[in-house]
């Protein structure tokens, strides 16, 4: 597989005049006009995305511990694995819709949320210039609901009631934990150098994303590999063709062309 990193592994159609001007990476035509379209307007709801969900996170973080107990340890435990899991699944669930349908043409969603992917494959390396705020800023209004619903819980329910949903709601933390930090781990697997040593173990120790395994999803037409937190559940996945039905499903019922729009910016040299 050649140019996981810097571009598809598969060469476009292209003649030759239109091959010597495509560069993938930051000069691609696509990835210039598609990272020309991020706007205030999305600077200030990532800001405040992340300001809220942290804020949750620390006031529900407070509380867990309050209420834990040595004899929730094994429901914890399982609960920690389990949320992992779910994350991963979702992970990949988000990217594989985002990656293979729809516009960046869309209303509210496609400048918002459909832009960043499309802009990802033709210049993957772009989310190692993005900073903590624009990273992590959909994930933590993602997770806002589940984290703002505990938070309630934590107010409204009594001591014994807790004291029975403390497994589930520490499995509902642990979720929004990987869910809430997804986009942080995608980016240090498009890291190579500075990161911290205890990220690089997590990696190495495939307790989070690798490097190494992630690149399989970077070759064209990036159609495998889409869960991207722990990346637990990519092989199984694979083997079972699990997209793949997916999408001839999906193709079936709408006529619709799996990555048509991804493929449209991948083309663009103007």
């Known amino acids: 597989m050649a140019g996981a990193e810097d571009g598809p592994g598969q ?68 609960g920690v694995v389990a949320g992992a899991l779910i ?56 997770t806002l609901l589940p984290l703002l619903n505990m938070a309630y819980k934590f107010r409204t329910h009594s001591p014994e009631a807790l004291e029975q949903l403390y497994p589930w709601e520490c499995f509902v933390f642990c979720l929004t934990i990987f869910g809430t930090f997804t986009n942080q781990i995608h980016k240090w697997s498009h890291t190579y150098f500075g990161l911290p040593r205890w990220v690089t173990l997590l990696q190495d120790w495939h307790v989070i994303l690798p490097r190494k395994h992630h690149r399989i ?33 999906i193709q079936g019922l709408t006529g619709e062309k799996p990555r048509a729009d991804d493929m449209k910016w991948a083309q663009k040299i103007k």
């Open 11 to 78: 060469q476009l159609e292209l003649d030759e005049d239109e091959a010597s001007c495509c560069r993938w990476g930051a000069q691609h035509a696509g990835a210039r006009e598609l990272a020309a379209l991020y706007s205030p307007g999305k600077r200030l709801q990532e800001w405040c995305s992340v300001i809220l969900c942290f804020s949750l996170i620390a006031h529900n973080l407070v509380h867990l511990l309050l209420l834990a107990r040595w004899e929730h340890t094994p429901l914890v435990i399982v």
């Open 87 to 142: 994350a991963d699944f979702l992970s990949g669930l988000v990217h594989w819709g985002a990656d293979t349908w729809g516009s960046v043409e869309l209303p509210i969603v496609g400048k918002a949320f459909i832009r960043p992917f499309r802009e990802h494959h033709i210049d993957p390396t772009a989310i190692t210039r993005h900073d903590f705020i624009e990273t992590n800023g959909d994930n933590c209004l993602v």
């Open 217 to 249: 999803h970077h070759v064209s037409p990036h159609e495998t590999y889409f869960c991207i937190t722990t990346g637990w559940l990519n092989y199984p996945l694979e083997k079972i063709g699990f997209w793949r039905r997916l999408e001839d499903l």
